[in-house]
């Protein structure tokens, strides 16, 4: 498999015999305000222009959109991404929101999706704190997303595990398919008064501590005003804890081949 870092958790993936655009955020730098509440808010969205033009990540043969933040499916990629591209999506409510944009080959995941011979699992996970999910404000703005097992034969199996803390149904995912590549969403976006909405630095670690054969790739950072975590931090604390050969920090624009 190739997985080329986009910007932020926009991804292009080639696996089996398929091509991916993952969490498409396709607007120009600056495009938008920060979101409001959050840690630097008065950084404009995306913090960075994207690394490749647009009509190349386009020409895939299918996207995944893990949930509908503006920071994962924003106007700019519901205008110009074309509507009859085959988009899969984590529930019927999202579905029906990109139906009405226009799309016309949505496709909700589900445990046994499959592409071809491609096997797509939709996993759960949890966008901030139970404390934060308790407030109703909150659990609407947080909502649902979901991460994604890719299986294929002659394939490693990849987990892309989305916008998440640590759960133990995450923890249980790794356990049960033991991905070789995992897909940490890690720039430890923070919600001001409610903390971390996806993971970070000790999260790195516990993934290793779980599957201490598996290369970590770390997306997700350095392009949302709420990201706190760098690249730079994030290596040194691999380097630190003795893991920097399991942990792939990819530059936006980045290949890396597994």
């Not at 994962?72 to 074309?82: C, F, I, S």
């Not at 579905?95 to 046994?112: D, K």
């Not at 997700?220 to 804890?241: G, P």
Request: contains cysteine; negative net charge; charged residues 20%.
């Amino acid at each position: 498999m190739n997985i080329t870092q986009i910007r932020n958790a926009t991804l292009h993936i080639t696996f089996g015999d398929k091509t991916f655009l993952v969490d498409p955020m396709l607007a120009p730098k600056g495009a938008y305000p920060g979101f409001a509440g959050t840690a630097r808010a008065e950084i404009r969205n995306p913090t960075v222009e994207l690394p490749v033009d647009i009509d190349t990540l386009l020409n895939v043969d299918a996207l995944i959109v893990t949930h509908l933040h503006e920071d994962h499916w924003d106007e700019y990629a519901a205008r110009v991404v074309p509507k009859d591209k085959p988009i899969y999506v984590q529930n019927d409510q999202d579905a029906q929101v990109l139906r009405g944009q226009g799309f016309t080959q949505l496709s909700v995941l589900t445990e046994n999706t499959t592409l071809g011979d491609i096997t797509l699992r939709k996993t759960d996970g949890q966008h901030g704190s139970d404390r934060a999910y308790a407030v109703p404000q909150m659990a609407e703005r947080l909502g649902d997303a979901c991460g994604v097992i890719f299986q294929h034969a002659d394939e490693k199996t990849l987990y892309l595990v989305g916008d998440t803390i640590w759960r133990d149904e995450v923890e249980a995912n790794m356990q049960t398919f033991q991905p070789d590549v995992v897909v940490l969403n890690a720039g430890f976006a923070h919600v001001i008064g409610f903390g971390p909405i996806i993971m970070g630095t000790e999260d790195v670690l516990k993934t290793h501590f779980v599957l201490p054969e598996a290369q970590i790739v770390a997306t997700h950072m350095e392009a949302i005003n709420h990201c706190l975590l760098t690249r730079a931090a994030l290596k040194e604390y691999a380097f630190d804890n003795q893991i920097a050969q399991f942990v792939n920090v990819p530059e936006d624009g980045e290949t890396l081949t597994f």
